[in-house]
């Protein structure tokens, strides 16, 4: 299977693009020993989000690495951030700008093609299907993309980034009422730091899925990963961090969910 998926019974779907440490061997023998570290993974997302079980949210998870092929970048590999440094569909190097490829095995744009009908359109199509059914069953529905990153990728930002940056495509994923909700709920914390629309504006899922005329309401949470798990290799997940973080996490998700049922 290509991803993970879990049907819930609530108008929420969690979408989580990059938490897939999987890489077919026949990409994986094109790479370069940068690959086998998947240092740009969204480490540990599933288990800090173990709680939406409980809640009974639609859960989608990827299973293949961000390094095989981002599921988060439209099929064309436009930027989503004209004018700024960032990965493509298919990364040729990692966030510390390590070559992903052996000399002369970047792949194609046969091999891209490949990669997007193979490990890109299964997930997005069970995106589209689960966002659909819950969007009958309820008539509006939030789709939350999960993402988490290291505090400090130079490469992208100058120092620390927020603890929590919230992205709605400047408002146009989702309704102001939801985003606002949402945020209302997080700045009832002092703990963390809170950015929307700062650096992350919401990636391919956010800004493509996100219909708010047609009752679907997206919103990416891109978290710093200091918040949950050790930044650095072997990327530990820190129990006594996430224990601090799940619970408004959990909050501001039921304010999604209250406000697309009002």
């Known amino acids: 299977m290509d991803y993970q998926f879990k049907a819930g019974s609530i108008p ?11 890489i077919p061997d026949e990409v994986m023998a094109a790479m370069t020993p940068a690959a086998i570290d998947k240092q740009d993974t969204d480490w540990h997302l599933v288990r800090l989000y173990e709680f939406l079980d409980e809640m009974g949210a639609s859960t989608l998870s990827a299973r293949w690495s ?3 092929i981002d599921l988060n970048r439209p099929p064309e590999n436009t930027n989503l951030y004209p004018g700024q440094d960032t990965t493509g569909l298919c990364p040729v190097d990692t966030f510390h700008r390590e070559p992903l490829y052996l000399e002369g095995r970047v792949p194609d744009q046969a091999e891209v093609q490949r990669r997007l009908q ?5 997930y997005h199509n069970q995106l589209r299907a689960e966002l659909d059914r819950l969007l009958a069953l309820h008539g509006r529905v939030v789709l939350w993309d999960a993402h988490s990153i290291a505090s400090h990728v130079p490469r992208f930002f100058e120092g620390k980034l927020p603890d929590l940056n919230f992205g709605t495509a400047d408002d146009k994923s ?4 939801l985003s606002n909700a949402i945020v209302s709920r997080a700045l009832m914390q002092d703990r963390y ?4 629309n700062g650096r992350f504006k919401g990636g391919h899922i956010t800004r493509f899925y996100g219909e708010p005329a047609r009752g679907v309401h997206a919103i990416q949470l891109e978290m710093c990963q200091s918040t949950y798990m050790d930044e650095e290799a072997p990327y530990g997940y820190r129990a006594d961090l996430a224990a601090q973080v799940q619970p408004p996490l959990r909050a501001m998700m039921q304010a999604a969910v209250d406000w697309v049922r009002a």
């Open 12 to 22: 929420l779907l969690v979408s989580m693009p990059h938490v897939g440490t999987d």
């Open 174 to 177: 989702c309704a102001l009422g």
């Open 193 to 196: 730091s809170i950015a929307v």
């Open 66 to 68: 961000r390094y095989a």
């Open 118 to 122: 193979a490990y890109w359109k299964p």
